[in-house]
């Protein structure tokens, strides 16, 4: 069977999306048959890279539905947005300050654009085991200990759905004349309804990154770059949209991109008001739950969030008797649903303004009747995982250790070695080790006690994480 068999088959199944794209399949959303409308740059419709009619009233409807200074298409996903503005912002061998929950696509930044980073980690919700937010007071602390940082980056919200104080990280950024980047890839949604946080443009952040894709009716890979500021050169970022981008845009996404436009300008009240008040009604009835726990956005002060993002619905088995792989294949096999991703500890399921009320109530249905057939298990007995926050010792940067020799060589034998490969924990997703960073001892046996556990490591090269590569 071929892909395409495939996807026919499985959109005919029942099963239901708790997961991107977010347009959920939901037929009231769909477009015409789209070979009748997939063209190039034939005359009247515009060129991406050169945009003077359609294309730019488009993209400057979208700065307006922002509140942007400008915006472009981006159908390379939010990983071509990071890589332009990462690129536009920064010279070779600059200085850079990242939050160390970043996506890839910002490391990969760094190491196209040698540039030398400077880590803030985020806080760790002990309750979930999920990442919390910045904070503005350590942005500012590493601002003044760093003066020459050209950049910040940082990732808000986060999977989870955290969300960071952008307006005060924003002031700090601006009082040290520094451009702040936000990866809102998570949060394209946001701004729309005061039940949802303020977006990070709202918010003064100087480049933004959506994917629409992720939380808005819109295809796969499609989202948009915001520039807010004269802090940033536009030129600079139109110059490097064309490198990173295809030269060959598809004409179907960007009018996926200008139909999902169109629909919050003409709707956005509506279906916003519609789908805060079914988010409500899940989250009142998940109260009754007595085993399995949810992340209640009216409780987020308890956990020290500055903002949560009620769309990302974030379900722990923690201190029960299953797992989140058990949980995620009990919604999947017996009620057929498919959520967005699995931990060891919870399972994460996505929203948008196209779930529906069905949709919604088989989720609540399914975890009131798994929670009835599990027990709680005593705190005493149970471990926890705790990440090693602990910076590794940076002795190059990543591109410098991508030009060096290498060895591959045990990985129970890489103390003090210098890593030329990444090594990822998920959950939270923050690198624990980075290219050109040093193994040390601690590192060591806090990752072998993770693989002990079971827990995916990834990054590696030898998939079953028994060998890495090093710098000779």
Known sequence: MNLYDKLVEYGKDNYYPMHMPGHKRNPEFSMVNPYSIDITEIEGFDN????????????E?????????YTNYLIGGSTAGLLTAIAAATKKGDKVLVARNCHKAVYHGIY???????????????????NGGISPEKTEELLIKHKDIKLIIITSPTYEGVVSDIP???????????????????????????????????????????????TLPAFTQTGLIHVNSDLVDYEEIKRYLGIYQTSSPSYLLMAGIDNCINLLMDRSKELFSQYYELLQNFYGRMKALKNIKVLFPDNIKNYGFYEFDPSKITISTKNTDISGTMLYDILLNEYKIQMEMVTRDYVLGMTSICDTKEGFHRLSKALLEIDKQIHSKPKSIIKHLTVNQEVPEMVMT????????????????????????????????????????????ELLKDILSYQTEGLQLQGLQDMKGQYIKVIL
């Open 112 to 130: 196209l654009n040698e540039l030398q980073p400077i880590y803030i980690y985020p806080q760790i919700d002990t309750h979930f085991n999920i």
């Open 398 to 441: 990543s591109s410098k250790a991508d030009t060096c020799l290498q060895e591959t060589i045990p990985f129970r034998f890489s103390e003090g070695r210098i890593s030329g490969e990444y090594i990822y924990l998920y959950p939270p997703g923050i690198p624990l080790l980075v290219p050109g960073e040093r193994i040390s001892k």
């Open 168 to 214: 005060s990280i924003s002031s700090i950024a601006h009082k040290y004349k520094v451009p702040l980047l936000v990866d809102e890839a998570h949060g394209a949604h946001l701004g729309f309804h005061p039940g949802f946080p303020r977006n990070s443009i709202q918010a003064g952040a100087d480049m933004v990154i959506h994917s629409l894709h992720k």
């Open 61 to 69: 409807r979208a700065a307006k539905l922002y509140h942007s200074k």
């Open 48 to 59: 991406l890279h050169h945009a003077e009619g359609i294309l730019l009233e488009g993209m």
